[in-house]
């Protein structure tokens, strides 16, 4: 096991000329923030940071206080860096633009501060997901266009889970790496490279209370699987379900599975839970570079064209032969 730390995996790939001198203040900007974040949820309650926040997010979620704890963390850090031209958080419903007295730099950061909220207060892991593109006006205010860009133009994306370690997993479009917080030193160090989503299924990831709203291809889909071995998939698959993306996706990235939330008929407008531009696409990111898959059960997420900065999209991603066979079932 490598012992090389985030800060000086990141120097060597500017070193080597692999990335932009100017990423690195970002991603530092980010785990930093995570690593403020990771210190307030161990402490729970005695921070004070249990319980809501008593105001509504964009969304008309009611935001706990560690989302908005967490959302400002993450904008000071990331204006800070002096790297980004603005920003878009699941928790502020404009995008968030630099303060005059920070320098603008040529990054988009989309964020998730806090996944998995209604987790926080029981004690159970939860997560901060980003998303980094290249403004396509440097150097200029971002404005809500300039956020636009499909997933596909990602140059950086994803997540640090605050579960019993504390661990980012990010991809820079070439493979996965881990890193665990060492809580003695307050650094990342590299626990693995190159994850890769084993190809071989065994367990689903799906909120099963919404079935009776599920659409035909997602209940056919489900509905074979539960069949188990003597079904048409001819094995037994095994359910769990977290609550918090970030968990679902850090269990597939290292024991395989599929994850799913799908559209379905309860509000025929909205087009899943889930949000394309801070938690699917940055998922997918990071699917597709381990190897899987990732889709809205009709297309690549990757290549949807956003339309809003908190526009919602159904999202099935893991394990390519599982994502195929259920993507393949909304085509029928
Ligand atoms: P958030 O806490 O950022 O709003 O996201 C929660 C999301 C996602 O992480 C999770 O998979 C899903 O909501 C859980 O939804 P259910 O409440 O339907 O289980
Ligand atoms: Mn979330
Ligand atoms: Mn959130």
């Given at each position: 096991m490598s012992a090389m730390t985030l800060q000086q995996f990141l120097s060597r790939e500017v070193q080597f000329?692999?990335?932009?001198?100017?990423?690195?203040?970002?991603?530092?900007?980010?785990?930093?923030?995570?690593?403020?974040?990771?210190?307030?949820?161990?402490?729970?309650?005695?921070?004070?940071?249990?319980?809501?926040?008593?105001?509504?997010?964009v969304q008309g979620e009611d935001q706990k206080k560690l989302d908005v704890i967490s959302n400002d963390i993450f904008?000071?850090?990331?204006?800070?860096?002096?790297q980004v031209c603005g920003l878009?958080?699941?928790?502020?419903?404009?995008?968030?633009?630099?303060p005059a007295d920070y320098p603008i730099?040529?990054?988009?950061?989309?964020?998730?501060p806090l996944d998995?909220?209604?987790?926080?207060d029981i004690n159970v892991s939860i997560g901060s997901i980003f998303s980094i593109t290249t403004a396509v006006r440097p150097k200029r205010e971002a404005v809500e266009a300039d956020f636009l860009q499909p997933g596909n133009r990602q140059v950086c994306a994803g997540y640090v889970m605050?579960?019993?370690?504390?661990?980012?997993?990010f991809t820079l479009g070439k493979g996965v790496l881990m890193f665990t917080l060492d809580p003695n030193t307050g650094t990342f160090?590299?626990?693995?490279?190159?994850?890769?989503?084993?190809?071989?299924?065994?367990?689903?990831a799906i909120n099963c209370s919404n079935m009776r709203h599920w659409e035909a291809p997602v209940k056919r889909y489900i509905d074979e699987l539960l069949a188990g071995e003597t079904g048409p998939r001819a094995?037994?698959?095994?359910?769990?379900?977290?609550?918090?993306?970030?968990?679902?996706?850090?269990?597939?990235l290292q024991r395989g599975g599929i994850f799913m939330y799908p559209r379905d008929n309860r509000d025929p407008k909205k087009a899943g839970k889930l949000r394309l531009l801070y938690e699917a696409n940055p998922m997918a990111f990071l699917m597709e570079n381990a190897g899987g898959r990732a889709t809205n059960g009709h297309m690549r997420i990757l290549d949807i064209e956003p339309e809003s900065v908190h526009q919602r999209v159904a999202v099935f991603l893991g394990a390519s032969e599982e994502v195929d066979t259920v993507t393949g079932y909304h085509a029928q």
């Open positions: 000329g692999a990335m932009d001198p100017k990423l690195p203040p970002v991603i530092l900007s980010i785990t930093d923030a995570c690593k403020t974040i990771s210190h307030k949820v161990r402490q729970g309650a005695l921070a004070g940071v249990l319980g809501m926040a008593g105001t509504e997010n904008v000071e850090a990331l204006c800070a860096s002096g878009a958080s699941e928790e502020v419903p404009e995008v968030i633009s630099v730099g040529p990054y988009l950061v989309a964020f998730d998995g909220s209604s987790n926080i605050y579960g019993p370690q504390t661990q980012l997993v160090v590299l626990v693995q490279e190159n994850l890769r989503v084993p190809a071989e299924a065994k367990e689903f094995k037994n698959y095994n359910m769990r379900w977290v609550a918090a993306m970030v968990a679902e996706v850090h269990r597939i």
